[in-house]
Structure formats: C-alpha cells, structure tokens
C-alpha cells in the first residue's frame, strides 16, 4: 500500500511540474505575438526585452580540452522521455526537411524551452531577422545530443534550458551587419547597448561578417526553473553589449556568478566552451562544420 501511494505521490507531483512548465513556452509565444505587431519605438521602452550580441569567429575563446564524444555513447545516456520532465509546448510546424546532419533541437529534447529572439522583434535590431520564420531551434545532430545530456543534469535539479538562438543563417549575419552600419537608428540602445556608441559595435567584434552560429555548432541560452519557468538571474539580459555580460565581470551578486558557474560547468562536461565576452554563449568543441558557414532558412 505504502509502494502505490509512493507512485501516485510522484505522479502528481510530475503532472503538476507538466502543468506549470507548459506556460513557458506558451508565453513565450504570447510575447512573441505581441512583439511582432510593436514598432521599434515600442522596443526601445520595453523593460523585457533582450538582445543577441553576434559571437566572432575572430574572438578570443578558452578552448576546453575535450575528447571527442561518441554519438552511440552520448545516445545511450539519454533518459528516456517517458523518464523525464516533459514539457508540453505549442511548437511550430515544421515546414521541411533540414540538411544532412543538421536537426530541430526539441526533436532530440522535447522538453527544453524555445525562446528564438530573431523570429521576432524582441531583439537588438528591434525587426524579424532575415531568414528566421519559425520559433525554433537548429543545431547540428552532434552538438544536439551533447546539449540533451546537459538537460537531463539540470532536470534532476528541478532546472532546464532554454535557448536563444542557435544554427544561424548567413542571411541574418549580413543583416546584422547592414543594422550596424545605420547609425540613425538607435530605437533598441537604451536596452541593448546603453554605454556603447553605435558606431564602435562593428570595430569592436559585437558585429561581424561571419558567424560561429552559422556553422551550426554554437548555442546561445540560459537556465529557467522548472518551479516557475523563470530564468535564473544572471547579471545581464540576453544579448546585452557591454562588460557586464562578460562572463568574468566582477560586479556581480554572489547568486549571479554561481548561475554563470553552472551554466559553464554543465555546458564543459559535456563537451561544449565557452566565449568569455557573453555568459550565454557555448560552442561544441568537437564541432562538425568548422570551416562551413551554411545559409538555409529555419523554417
């Protein structure tokens, strides 16, 4: 009797953690809606907004020893779906079949949080990028497993992922460029780059020709609560150009730093590192594409 009471104790508790979580991703989609009908003014005074500095390939990062993860290895330690926290989003449909090696993140971990700031205009430019249509994620299959196994660790914590951006298109880098290089529009400063002139983001790598994420290995994220689904504070917004949001800023709270901490550590055990100038930025190590940027829609 004790044993059966057991299980319908964890059985609630489950259901309640799968009511809660499913308006994570529905708000999102909320937010999401209404950023798309705001102008660039309104973005300029939204307290929620957050943005998405552009990683370079010709910036400095740690490299992390790692070896090379083996897929067959990695796949086995996935815990099974009907084992862990699943949380029900209202996903977009999926308009068409990816390239070769490439895969829509929640097909390999169906309960991780989607946020994808670029299909709307909750983003530095304050516009939809081009080539986003979809809130979806896109990352190569290696670097897809290898973030599942960092979202089965969070979970036994009562904690998840939810991601930015990831795989991006070529498109949406020349994009950035040409926004960068239109110093009438400010509309998105006051939030996005509040200490830094306009003109300095090109110069000074916030904005460049090419990407890491266009290789498809790179993941721009953070942690949430599954008790609340609220992102874990960690010292700046998303996309914030500027010291603080470099990943050793000093003034910062002590609960701040500790969710950079485990951010990082998490992300480099299973074989990811990451950039030192944005907290939220994490690169397999042992990428597939290292030499190819890619340019197709995520759709």
């Not at 009797?1 to 259901?15: A, Q, S």
């Amino acid at each position: 009797m004790n044993h059966t009471k057991k299980h319908i104790f964890i059985l609630l508790v489950t259901l309640i953690l799968i009511f809660s979580l499913s308006s994570c991703s529905n708000n999102i989609e909320e937010n999401n809606s209404t950023n798309t009908t705001t102008n660039s003014e309104n973005v300029q005074t939204e307290k929620n907004n957050k943005t998405n500095i552009i990683s370079e390939d010709n910036a400095e990062m740690k490299i992390l020893e790692k070896s090379v993860i083996d897929e067959k290895e990695v796949t086995s330690k996935i815990t099974p779906i009907e084992d862990s926290i699943v949380i029900e989003q209202q996903k977009p449909e999926k308009s068409y079949e990816l390239p070769e090696g490439f895969v829509y993140v929640d097909d390999i971990i169906p309960n991780i949080v989607v946020d994808a700031k670029y299909s709307s205009k909750d983003n530095f430019v304050g516009k939809i990028i081009d080539g986003y249509s979809s809130n979806l994620a896109i990352l190569s299959k290696e670097s897809a497993i290898a973030l599942s196994l960092v979202q089965n660790d969070l979970n036994e914590k009562s904690l998840g992922l939810k991601i930015f951006d990831g795989y991006r298109p070529q498109k949406a880098v020349n994009n950035f460029v040409q926004w960068a290089s239109d110093e009438s529009d400010l509309a998105t400063k006051e939030i996005h780059y509040p200490d830094l002139d306009k003109s300095t983001l090109i110069p000074s790598g916030y904005i460049a020709s090419k990407s890491g994420h266009s290789r498809g290995s790179t993941v721009d994220l953070t942690i949430i609560s599954l008790e609340n689904c609220e992102e874990l504070d960690m010292g700046t917004e998303f996309d914030f150009f500027g010291v603080q949001a470099h990943f050793y800023y000093e003034n910062l709270s002590a609960i701040q730093k500790e969710n950079r901490a485990l951010l990082k550590s998490t992300m480099e055990k299973h074989g990811f590192k990451y950039y030192k100038n944005e907290w939220w930025h994490y690169t397999l190590v042992n990428e597939p594409y290292k030499d190819t940027y890619f340019d197709f829609d995520i759709k």
